[in-house]
């Protein structure tokens, strides 16, 4: 009889409240954060706090810097800064109006500079195997948008 190890997971939490379309956020855990989201006029918020979609594209940011420093070190590779740029397009006429059709973003493009001592070859490795493991990245590359990523390598800064 063959028994099979349970996955370990581990449980990231959230509580919010709220009223109109404004919310404050806890993240649980030993430190808790607080954060809070509202929305732009045109969605009938008072642009007060990021949105939601700002936090989601910041989280496929961070989530890639995040990601990006584990697999560097696992390959042996030292980092520098980060850069990234990203834009998602989304047609507001679902949201906002009710239109028929897919609320997601149609389009989500990341440009991403790391400062970094990798070669051309061990970049690849490092851009390709961020891009697996990050949690968001794969949110977003599953949901079926148009997803575009582009990162680039600069040098460490000389140490002095």
Known sequence: MSTTTPKKTVPFTLSAE??????????????????????????????????????????????????????????????????????????????????EGNANFDRVEVTATVETDASEEDFAKLWAETERRCPVTQLFRRSGLDFVSTWSRAPLPAQG
């Open 18 to 99: 709220g009223t109109g379309v404004a919310q404050t956020l806890t993240v649980g855990g030993q430190n808790q954060h607080v954060f809070t989201a509202d929305t732009y006029p045109s969605f009938g918020g008072q642009d007060a706090a990021p949105s939601p979609l700002s936090y989601a594209l910041g989280a496929l940011t961070s989530c890639n810097q995040v990601t990006g420093s584990i697999v560097a070190g696992q390959l042996g590779l030292a980092l520098g800064r980060w850069t990234f740029s990203v834009q998602g397009d989304l047609d507001p006429s679902v949201i906002g109006a009710g239109a």
